[in-house]
């Protein structure tokens, strides 16, 4: 079926496209406009701004973490929606469905969950495969288990290592390697309970500084193509910028992901010792485009905080709101669960929004900062329009701020800073960058040949508004959201990377599970057995 | 071929007569969809049967639990009041220098326990040192693990919450009414506990209530101020705990949630199947045991009832539909008590037998087309 958009703005920066023109697409793939040829169903979509499918490339939306937030936290998702129609569990606050449901209603088509622990990779999967329409993947975290920092102690090979990363890969189907406070989740385990870049993980002899480092490069080596995404040491901590900006100059010049820079970009000036650092931050990242970041912007709701970090959420538990927590000492890893609240009024909280603002709006070059809350930790995903809706807008901007504590504004550069972004930069920090970043030939854009994932907006005064709700959305080619409500259910696809490696590693590893646990090794792997059969996976190409 | 149509005749009874699958499912649907509120229940069974289950019951606008939600519910009302304290058996296998056994039974509850956490062997992560084993409140006799020097708190069923709560105190340091004898040997335990590296408690939900886990894991709590403490829970028979995270990802909630006013609501009290049964207020039930045929809790039902379990299981009166065992006659996903992880078990005995998500998708196949979906 030949389908065409006429009309609308097409903003598709990777085909440096910002006009007025037609889209087409017909089998699932946008093709260029066909001679001579009839489409079979058209949309008139002028007024209204088309670009590709969002890619949210960290959101916190599947696993043993997320659902451990769901039953800590009855309170926070009580469902009172009216049902609507031939449409099961849509009703359910919070759930997979509603996770699925959401992100199209805003355009978006492909989430990635960021943080998977090995051993809990078949729940992960579970959940992505119950998420309707968009496509996911998922980020397996590596860095605190014994045989890697065995392995890095005992000086072997980095082929050794990249092999080990994918047979991990292979085992847990991700897309991608995640190191959350390399070290320092094991150094939790042994009672240490501040652990910074260059202090030593008990019993191995080795730096945080070191340990990612290695893991930097021996990601390099297996060729996928996105790079180390890294979960820095002292998250949230005053005066914390400082690890982050020794973290960008311990990167080696290598590509290199930083999460959730905001958690960083804290100095200790002010009569509470906490301020935005953000300027600084910025400049650093500026000059060091081996580095991308992603900002977890902070807004202010209540919340729960997700993490592997597992150390800093025990540190984080006297502070929670309300005052609960799950600490679990993983396999090999960990996962903290800690509600909170942010509130305007909150010094503290009010310094966070206004460090996560600054760096979108100082970080010069949209392909190096990424657009996300991690979520849930600084926002829930459903506050991205009225996200959006800030940086387009200097003037929202200042409404929010004249609400803030008036010590704060002292703290921040935000009331300065003027620059608001464009479509063109929108679409770049969500489309465009997302694709580079993890290496997607097929999405992010719409030239010929990419998928039909395609978000239609209806240009609006009120971006949040426009952002909301989606004038169209196509997944695939199929019209799956029409004003801003899902139409029609699709399930997408689960993308995963497979990198080469020797199998030689295989036999290491089964050995190594049969010593330490006497269990097979097989019993923590994906299999497909395991999966529905509406459970499709969709590899992403490695480097050459 | 005696043996083959024994079976095929098991596979589905009326009031204890065979009838053919076609009838049972055809009649199954009718009883599940006439009725105002009806039950899905029992859930005994592997994550698939258990999101087909689900699925059901939102589409019926019934309610669903767990047969073992009680055991569930336990801990899971300390994490929502309070917060919890867990790690893996395996973590501890590999880690952990204490290990304080709470309560009897435990070997009950989880059959592999010891072969697991291996207390008999040195801890190989964090340093290698031998294990230093407490348990409290074992029964006579019980406190034995081969290779290991048990050290005992002994307490009666009735006393354990009592011991519990003054050894958190002296954990604490906080006075107890008890006899200085008593104390002295509570006082040697929370020395113990307050040394240990990385300790871990180990308590079954069935075998205590949330006021006692809610007192373990406070004292869990005080001894992270200072050392590293945490624990492993034993969770629910008949597939709780992987019941429990499907209910959560798909509805937000535990079992006991009800799909009456067209969204998920969760009342630990108002949707028990057991009182929703004996009060009246569900009119039908379709009762899910398919690791054991474990029947349902209720007396005299008065309302039609659709059993699905394993074929010796066949009920004298109602439906009864037989399904495969999961993950003994099929490959099934089940939350495995020994990774505590979701885990996919490979059928060791295949079987020509439903699995549960068959036998519910059989029966809502034949749904009449005016049922709201």
């Given at each position: 079926m030949l389908t065409r958009l006429y009309g609308g703005h097409i903003v598709d920066p990777v085909n440096g496209v910002d006009g007025v023109g037609d889209l087409y697409f017909e089998d699932g793939r946008i093709i260029a406009p066909p001679v001579g040829r009839t489409p079979d169903v058209e949309h008139d979509v002028f007024g209204h701004v088309v670009m590709a499918g969002a890619i949210d490339i960290h959101s916190h939306i599947a696993g043993g973490g997320v659902n451990t937030a769901r039953l800590l936290l009855p309170?926070?998702?009580?469902a009172h929606r009216p049902r609507p129609a031939n449409t099961p569990l849509s009703t359910a606050g919070w759930s997979t469905f509603e996770t699925g449901r959401l992100y199209a209603q805003m355009g978006y088509t492909t989430v990635i969950e960021p943080a998977v622990s090995p051993h809990h990779a078949l729940h992960a999967h579970l959940e992505l495969a119950d998420i309707p329409i968009i496509d996911k993947g998922l980020l397996t975290v590596l860095g605190n288990e014994d045989f890697l920092l065995s392995a890095f102690r005992d000086g072997e090979s980095q082929d050794s290592v990249v092999d080990y990363i994918g047979a991990t890969l292979e085992a847990t189907r991700a897309i991608g390697v995640k190191c959350v406070n390399a070290g320092g989740v094991d150094a939790f385990k042994q009672n240490i309970r501040h652990f910074s870049l260059d202090d030593e993980a008990p019993g191995y002899g080795l730096t945080s500084r070191q340990i990612f480092q290695k893991l930097q490069q021996a990601v390099v080596a297996t060729k996928i193509r996105h790079p180390l995404h890294l979960h820095m040491n002292?998250?949230?901590?005053?005066?914390n910028v400082e690890t982050a900006l020794a973290t960008i100059d311990a990167s080696q010049g290598l590509p290199l992901h930083l999460a959730h820079v905001q958690f960083y970009a804290y100095g200790t000036e002010g009569k509470n010792g906490f301020s935005s650092a953000a300027a600084q931050f910025a400049e650093k990242i500026n000059a060091n485009k081996n580095v991308t970041v992603d900002v977890g912007q902070v807004m202010f709701a209540d919340i729960v905080t997700i993490s592997s970090d597992v150390m800093k959420q025990f540190n984080s538990l006297p502070g929670g709101r309300p005052k609960k927590g799950v600490i679990f000492d993983g396999d090999s890893n960990g996962l903290g669960v800690v509600p909170y609240s942010y509130r305007v009024s909150d010094f503290f909280n009010a310094v966070q929004w206004a460090a996560g603002l600054e760096l979108f709006l100082l970080v010069d070059d949209p392909m190096q900062v990424f657009f996300t809350t991690d979520h849930p930790n600084g926002?829930?995903?459903?506050?991205y329009p009225e996200v959006l809706a800030l940086l387009m807008s200097a003037d929202k901007r200042a409404q929010y701020c004249a609400r803030l504590p008036d010590d704060v504004l002292e703290l921040t550069n935000l009331p300065a800073l003027k620059r608001e972004y464009s479509f063109y930069e929108i679409a770049t920090m969500t489309r465009a960058a997302p694709r580079k970043l993890y290496g997607f030939e097929d999405r992010g854009q719409l030239g010929a040949g990419a998928v039909a994932d395609i978000a239609v907006y209806e240009l609006q005064t009120d971006k949040a508004a426009m952002f909301r709700n989606a004038a169209y959305v196509f997944k695939d080619g199929n019209l799956v959201v029409r004003d801003g409500k899902v139409t029609h259910y699709t399930k997408g696809r689960t993308l995963r990377v497979r990198p080469e490696y020797d199998r030689a590693i295989d036999d290491r590893l089964d050995k190594y599970y049969d010593e330490l646990y006497g269990l097979p090794r097989a019993l923590f792997e994906v299999q497909d057995a395991a999966l529905p059969a509406t459970a499709v996976f969709a590899e992403v190409p490695c480097h050459s | 071929m005696v043996e083959t149509s024994v079976e095929a005749m098991s596979n589905a009874t009326l009031d204890g007569k065979s009838i053919s699958s076609e009838d049972a499912y055809e009649q199954a649907a009718k009883i599940l969809q006439a009725a105002n509120f009806p039950l899905v229940a029992g859930l005994g069974a592997d994550v698939a049967g258990a999101q087909a289950a689900i699925l059901l019951a939102e589409r019926l606008r019934g309610a669903f639990d767990h047969l073992a939600s009680r055991d569930s519910l336990t801990d899971l009302e300390v994490v929502r009041s309070a917060g919890i304290f867990v790690t893996t058996p395996n973590e501890a296998r590999v880690r952990a220098d204490l290990a304080l056994l709470v309560g009897s039974g435990l070997t009950g509850y989880w059959p592999a326990i010891f072969e697991r956490l291996a207390l008999d062997k040195e801890t190989v992560h964090g340093g290698k040192t031998k294990r230093r084993v407490i348990w409290v409140?074992?029964?006579?006799?019980?406190?034995k693990i081969e290779g290991v020097e048990v050290e005992t708190i002994p307490a009666t069923e009735a006393e354990l919450p009592g011991v519990l709560a003054a050894l958190r105190a002296r954990v604490g340091g906080r006075p107890t009414a008890l006899s200085a004898a008593a104390t002295k040997k509570l006082d040697a335990a929370a020395e113990a506990l307050k040394s240990a590296r990385f300790g871990v408690a180990v308590w079954a939900a069935a075998g205590l209530d949330s006021l006692m886990v809610e007192m373990l894991q406070g004292m869990i709590t005080e001894l992270n101020g200072t050392t590293r403490f945490t624990g492993v829970p034993i969770g629910g028979r008949s597939g709780a705990t992987g019941v429990l995270q499907t209910s959560a990802w798909m509805t937000g909630f535990p079992p006991r949630t009800g799909f009456g006013r067209g969204y998920p609501e969760h009342d630990a009290w108002r949707f028990e199947a057991r009182r929703l049964v004996e009060s009246g207020e569900a009119d039908a039930a379709l009762w899910i045991s398919?690791?054991?045929?474990?029947?349902?809790?209720?007396?005299?039902?008065d309302i039609p009832v659709v059993t699905l379990g394993p074929p010796g299981a066949a009920t004298k009166r109602g439906l009864f539909i037989a399904v495969g065992k999961p993950g003994e006659n099929y490959d099934a996903v089940e939350f495995a008590q020994e990774t505590s992880s979701m885990v996919l078990r490979r059928a060791k005995a295949p079987a020509e037998l439903p699995t549960v998500a068959e036998a519910i998708a059989a029966i809502s196949a034949r749904f009449s087309e005016d049922l709201p979906c």
């Open positions: 309170e926070a998702h009580r002292n998250l949230g901590l005053p005066g926002a829930p995903f459903t506050t | 409140g074992p029964k006579r006799g019980e406190a398919a690791y054991d045929g474990e029947p349902p809790p209720w007396e005299d039902a």
